[in-house]
């Protein structure tokens, strides 16, 4: 796919990044350009990510893109490919800043990731030409660029010293708000969030909270609310609302004779109304 470039100044370069200190003489990207995209919420985290840090990351950015934000993120493993999946599958728009060249897409394995990205008419776009690799250093000026493209930057899931906090110092430095996620004070995935917290960032447990901080009304492309065909399927559905996602506690929650609650789950899966995070955990779409 060619490759476009944009200089400062000329009306496809994003308005936001006219504001920082550090501003890229030039863009380059593929896909759609990067304009009209506002507004915009940045969500970043950990590459190792936990099944609850999954199950919210999906949620905000599923979220988020039904109600027309465009949701901004790194590429990277982890919370920002969850972040950019979750946008995709609610028919949004995606922009995810690289930290090379746009001729070789990293991580590899997030080849078709990329290709989704830009099938659902979203961006994929670095300051670098083709050619480039993403060094170390590339990663740390390349969230200058993550940050400064929105208009909220959350950490979704971040141990004590996650790169994703250079994210949050960016946007800090650059007067964007910043929030994160909540996480239980016994995982070592959620130092870095609670103390986020603690020093003043907003709690976002859900999209609402997102809303209310951007002074942004909810539309009526709001999530659509899942039911379950028969009563099996919405004891399911009513346990995992209460967060639970592990599926030996949904069973034991559900009181479902074995072979009854592997069935139900089956069913659940096929008729789009749940999704599997990996290591036997479940989360609603």
Do not use: C
Request: charged content about 20%; aromatic content about 4%.
């Amino acid at each position: 796919m060619k490759i476009n470039k944009i200089i400062k100044n000329h009306k496809q370069y994003p308005p936001y990044l006219l504001e920082i200190a550090s501003q890229p003489k030039e863009l380059y990207y593929i896909g759609e350009p990067p304009e009209d995209y506002l507004p915009a919420v940045t969500i970043v985290g950990a590459r190792k990510i936990t099944a609850y840090g999954k199950d919210i990351t999906y949620k905000l950015a599923y979220d988020l893109a039904k109600q027309g934000i465009t949701i901004i993120s790194g590429l990277a493993l982890g919370v920002d490919g969850v972040a950019h999946q979750g946008a995709i599958d609610a028919g949004g728009r995606t922009i995810a800043v690289l930290a090379g060249g746009l001729d070789e897409i990293t991580p590899p394995s997030h080849r078709n990731l990329a290709i989704e990205i830009l099938k659902k008419h979203g961006t994929i776009m670095s300051e670098y030409p083709a050619g480039t690799p993403s060094l170390k250093q590339h990663f740390i000026a390349r969230n200058r660029i993550v940050s400064a493209l929105s208009d909220m930057v959350i950490i979704a899931e971040s141990a004590e010293s996650g790169g994703s906090l250079a994210t949050a110092n960016f946007a800090l430095e650059q007067n964007k708000l910043v929030g994160a996620v909540p996480g239980n004070v016994t995982s070592s995935q959620s130092v870095g969030t609670n103390n986020l917290i603690k020093s003043g960032a907003i709690p976002i447990t859900m999209a609402q909270d997102v809303l209310d901080a951007l002074g942004l009304q909810a539309s009526e492309k709001a999530r659509e609310e899942v039911f379950g065909d028969t009563k099996e399927e919405q004891i399911i559905i009513d346990i995992m609302k209460q967060g639970i996602t592990e599926l030996d506690q949904i069973q034991i929650k559900s009181e479902l004779e074995p072979s009854v609650f592997s069935q139900t789950i089956t069913m659940l899966e096929i008729s789009d109304k749940i999704r599997p995070l990996g290591a036997a955990h479940w989360t609603l779409r």
